[in-house]
Nanobody, 126 residues
């Protein structure tokens, strides 16, 4: 059962920007951290970033592959977590998933997740 929904994926040119969002469906996620994962075609899933809470002011973690280019934030008034992607490259093409996470103290890991979305596809292409 889908309990998170991602949006904002699409086609973006190299060097461009894209903003992904994640929202809960039918439950209160205030006590959760949220992580983002991505899976390029034919490759393993990678935990790229997380935020320690969805209510604002949380701490964040970024994998080296996205550090300095991606920014994760939470907006309590809109009840969403947003992933701002900038300076995208071909290596950023993937299906991006958000998931509730036990805490944000390092790379998001599958065993620490609970609820997932079905993902949103990002394609970086000229």
């Amino acid at each position: 059962q889908v309990q998170l929904v991602e949006s904002g994926g699409g086609l973006v040119q190299p060097g461009g920007s894209l903003r992904l969002s994640c929202a809960p469906i039918g439950f209160n996620w205030d006590r959760y951290a949220v992580g983002w994962f991505r899976q390029p075609p034919g490759k393993a899933r990678e935990g790229i970033t997380c935020i320690s809470n969805t209510t604002g002011g949380g701490t964040t973690y970024y994998a080296d592959s996205v550090k300095g280019r991606f920014t994760l934030s939470s907006d309590n008034s809109k009840n969403i977590v947003s992933l701002q992607m900038t300076k995208v490259g071909f290596e950023d093409s993937a299906v991006y998933h958000c998931a509730t996470h036990r805490r944000c103290a390092g790379p998001p890991r599958d065993p620490d997740t609970d609820r997932w979305g079905t993902g949103t596809l990002v394609i970086v292409s000229p």
